[in-house]
């Protein structure tokens, strides 16, 4: 079965242009996470959602960051205008949450961005 | 969640067994402890988890103190394959679903 697909797996733009980055979560999760992981700060939670409604946006660094779920097999993180220290692996997960065993959470193989 | 420590690397022999310890000495009752672990240039890969007691999987075993202070995984047969960061991660359990990743230990399993 299908795991976390993440596109594009490498993205390479210059400064002050748009990137969006997409996920498509595994079917019938109802959690979907955005991580970013960098040398310097390691892997830190951006956002997450829960049914399509984002939960805790506390990670996302600033307001050129956002990031939108549609719908349940569908979300993105996009950044405008980019900048060179945004470069970093951005990972999309998700789980299927609730109840007593605590699903863990599906990584995908993300996405390497480099902001030149 | 509580905060974990972990030693920074790590080696161990092809087919010798790796253990793996993480300290986590402010755990709460409600609290389980996560491995996961992240393979170069990979998403980081779900290993297991427990509350209290030992857990076992295809991939590894968990053993966890009965003071819940500290746990240590423990790969059986390690192989080449193996080597990539280990994260322990302790959290709580149901509702919000956050993740909180340190720095790991990274596993050299060597031939």
């Known amino acids: 079965d299908a795991g976390v697909i993440q596109s594009p797996r490498h993205e390479v733009t210059e400064m002050g242009q748009e990137v969006t980055l997409r996920c498509k979560p595994i079917s019938g999760h109802d959690y979907l996470f955005w991580y970013r992981q960098t040398m310097m700060r390691g892997l830190e939670l951006l956002i997450y959602f829960n049914n399509n409604v984002p939960i805790d946006d506390s990670g996302m660094p600033e307001d050129r960051f956002s990031a939108k779920m549609p719908n349940a097999s569908f979300s993105t993180l996009k950044i405008q205008p980019s900048e060179p220290r945004d470069s970093a692996v951005y990972f999309c997960?998700?789980?299927?949450?609730?109840?007593?065993?605590?699903?863990?959470?599906?990584f995908g193989d993300g996405t390497r961005l480099s902001i030149l | 969640d509580a905060k974990t420590t972990q030693p920074p690397s790590m080696d161990c022999a092809e087919g010798r067994a790796a253990n793996l310890p993480c300290n986590h000495s402010t755990i709460s009752g409600n609290e389980y402890v996560y491995w996961y672990r992240q393979i170069h240039s990979q998403g980081p890969q779900y290993i297991i988890h427990g509350l209290k007691n030992n857990e076992t999987n295809e991939m590894a075993s968990l053993i966890i103190t009965e003071d819940r202070k500290s746990s240590t995984l423990i790969l059986p047969h390690a192989t080449l394959r193996d080597t990539a960061v280990y994260y322990c991660i302790v959290r709580v359990g149901g509702g919000a679903q956050k993740l909180v990743f340190g720095q790991g230990t990274r596993l050299t399993i060597n031939p």
């Open positions: 997960a998700s789980s299927l949450g609730g109840g007593v065993r605590n699903q863990p959470q599906h």
